[in-house]
T-cell receptor, first 114, second 115 residues
């Protein structure tokens, strides 16, 4: 299991771009990188997933360098409603063996200020 | 996600009592999971099931048991609740497939307090 390390918390202001970096030095060849968002008293919600290079959707972008030992979640022009905890997960999703490796770390608490 | 429901949403019980948490889903997914979240911490996997006849232990299965009654239902039981099982419990589902896009859909959570 690839251990992930991400900052405990980050503060930002409305309209700014927020970048959260996750380190996963022991990532395996068949591992994917996935990010989830969790609001207080709610279950996590999938944001984005990638394997290499860059992935973009309507919510965020995910940047993965060639060595894949880290990844950066980018939230463009955040608003107050983006205040949440963001989790980085690394695992071989999609195969049976992945079931016991779907571990959420402590996540990064992002606070967006007005 | 309204497609994944959990009952009860809140429960207060006493040490030694048997508790069952229910999860139902209408997404048609084969895979279901139970997680536990403690205050200020991430989620930890308790049990997971990839189909009706499949049950697997997760990271912290001691003190818990599960039952997959049907594709749409996955129950978590605490046979004899203890105070350190006080936590927020989440059920999740995901679709079957060999591809990487194994997005999990979470229920609203059950807040359990063991006195």
């Amino acid at each position: 299991l690839a251990k992930t390390t991400q900052p405990i918390s980050m503060d930002s202001y409305e309209g700014q771009e927020v970048n959260i970096t996750c380190s996963h030095n022991n990532i395996a060849t068949n591992d994917y990188i996935t990010w989830y968002q969790q609001f207080p008293s709610q279950g996590p919600r999938f944001i984005i997933q990638g394997y290499k290079t860059k992935v973009t959707n309507e919510v965020a972008s995910l940047f993965i360098p060639a060595d894949r030992k880290s990844s950066t979640l980018s939230l463009p022009r955040v608003s107050l409603s983006d205040t949440a905890v963001y989790y980085c997960l690394v695992g071989p999703f999609g195969i049976k063996a992945a079931g016991n490796k779907l571990t959420f770390g402590g996540g990064t608490r992002v606070l967006v200020k007005p | 996600d309204a497609d994944v429901t959990q009952t009860p949403r809140n429960r207060i019980t006493k040490t030694g009592k048997r508790i069952m948490l229910e999860c139902s889903q209408t997404k048609g997914h084969d895979r279901m999971y139970w997680y536990r979240q403690d205050p200020g911490l991430g989620l930890r996997l308790i049990y997971y099931s990839f189909d009706v006849k499949d049950i697997n232990k997760g990271e912290i299965s001691d003190g818990y048991s599960v039952s997959r009654q049907a594709q749409a239902k996955f129950s978590l039981s605490l046979e004899s609740a203890i105070p350190n099982q006080t936590a927020l419990y989440f059920c999740a589902t995901s679709d079957t497939g060999q591809g990487p896009y194994n997005e999990q859909f979470f229920g609203p959570g059950t807040r359990l307090t063991v006195l």
